[in-house]
């Protein structure tokens, strides 16, 4: 009676881990257009049609994206955004379209779904996905300190009372719903980068202690098919943007405001910790003031007690964020909260 032996499928020869770590060559060339850059990701912005969703798209837009999903309930305002992108002087001149809207209401896993199978039909991954979505939700920031009893204090805490679900919906439950939508395509770009796919557990034995465990290994060969440097090591990568208000103690626009965008800033970080196994990073921005539909009619001047760099933040503050992010300066980035509010968490009552 004869056993026959499977031998587990492995990866090819060129398997590599990270470069060494033991040693940096600091002769190496560095190049910020290389580390700073978002050449050939295909991405996917929540709410990318407007605020800093479209100032993300743009910066993206203008460094070298393949391709740039902006999903928004409003059909209208996503073809006006990628009109106002394309039109604009400093677009890419590319025969190919980059910019693509999709209709979607994030609070709606249906709706989430068919955004999913669409992106799935066109294009088969998603190298970055950005949760950006987000709605104020009631307005009775503003009215809690004015009030002069405590029956006035009582009446601003529960004005806009039934506004809660949804603001929870858009700016919370959908960073979880949209982020689990579309786990698979975040995998399918590992795939496509030459990693390896599936869970990787981090045994054997206690790494903590022995200072060794088990990484996912990448075939090198296949950046090499897709243009890119040996050295680049990006897994798939969610970013989900929360608030400078996810931290404060000092209601600016809405009590649900804050506790909503503080659960998606705990919530981005559960999942760097749920998906550290499964190939997948994920990373928080808490931006405070910067122009949007939310901070219309607001002059944009702040005093040292409210902003200390005296104002809102603009397009090269969100756009080099967000190209370290996604670049390959980025890579080593994972399960942090990146604040990017001119100093304000700094001088109000906060958490952080």
């Keep these: 009676m004869s056993t026959t032996v499977t031998?587990?499928?492995?990866?090819?020869?060129?398997?590599?881990?990270?470069?060494?770590?033991?040693?940096?060559?600091?002769?190496?060339?560095?190049?910020?257009?290389?580390?700073?850059?978002?050449?050939?990701?295909?991405?996917?912005?929540?709410?990318?049609?407007?605020?800093?969703?479209?100032?993300i798209a743009s910066a993206l837009f203008q460094n070298g994206a393949s391709k740039i999903y902006l999903l928004g309930r409003r059909q209208n305002v996503l073809e006006d955004a990628i009109k106002k992108l394309e039109a604009s002087p400093s677009a890419p001149k590319s025969s190919i379209p980059?910019?693509?809207?999709?209709?979607c209401d994030v609070a709606n896993q249906e709706s989430v779904s068919a955004a999913v199978?669409?992106?799935?039909?066109?294009?088969?991954?998603?190298?970055?996905?950005?949760?950006?979505?987000?709605?104020?939700?009631?307005?009775?920031?503003?009215?809690?300190?004015?009030?002069?009893?405590?029956?006035q204090l009582r009446d601003s805490m529960?004005?806009?009372?039934?506004?809660?679900?949804?603001?929870?919906?858009?700016?919370?439950?959908?960073?979880?719903?949209?982020?689990?939508?579309?786990?698979?395509?975040?995998?399918?770009?590992?795939?496509?980068?030459?990693?390896?796919?599936?869970?990787?557990r981090g045994g054997p034995g206690d790494p903590r202690v022995t200072g060794k465990g088990t990484p996912r290994e990448q075939d090198k060969s296949a950046l090499k098919r897709l243009g890119y440097d040996e050295d680049d090591d990006r897994l798939a990568h969610i970013i989900t943007v929360a608030s400078v208000a996810s931290f404060m103690r000092y209601s600016i626009a809405g009590l649900a405001y804050n506790a909503t965008k503080a659960a998606a800033a705990q919530l981005g970080k559960i999942l760097s910790s749920i998906l550290a196994e499964w190939g997948v990073r994920s990373n928080v921005i808490c931006p405070g003031p910067y122009p949007s539909e939310m901070t219309a009619g607001i002059e944009g001047r702040y005093g040292t007690d409210q902003v200390p760099q005296g104002r809102m933040g603009n397009l090269n503050d969100i756009s080099s964020l967000a190209l370290f992010l996604v670049g390959k300066g980025g890579a080593y980035i994972n399960g942090t909260m990146q604040i990017t509010d001119g100093g304000r968490i700094g001088v109000f009552p906060a958490t952080y």
Excluded: C
Excluded at 98 to 103: K, P, R, S
């Design 7 to 55: 031998n587990k499928p492995t990866l090819s020869t060129h398997i590599s881990t990270s470069p060494s770590t033991t040693k940096m060559d600091v002769t190496a060339p560095i190049n910020p257009s290389d580390l700073f850059s978002a050449k050939g990701l295909l991405v996917v912005i929540t709410g990318g049609g407007s605020g800093l969703g479209l100032a």
């Design 98 to 103: 980059v910019l693509g809207a999709i209709t």
């Design 117 to 151: 199978e669409r992106i799935k039909s066109e294009t088969g991954y998603v190298d970055v996905l950005i949760n950006n979505a987000g709605v104020i939700g009631p307005l009775n920031g503003p009215d809690m300190y004015k009030t002069e009893s405590i029956e």
């Design 158 to 200: 529960l004005k806009g009372w039934y506004g809660w679900a949804q603001t929870f919906a858009i700016n919370t439950q959908s960073v979880v719903g949209v982020s689990a939508a579309f786990l698979p395509l975040l995998e399918a770009a590992d795939v496509r980068r030459g990693w390896q796919a599936g869970r990787v």
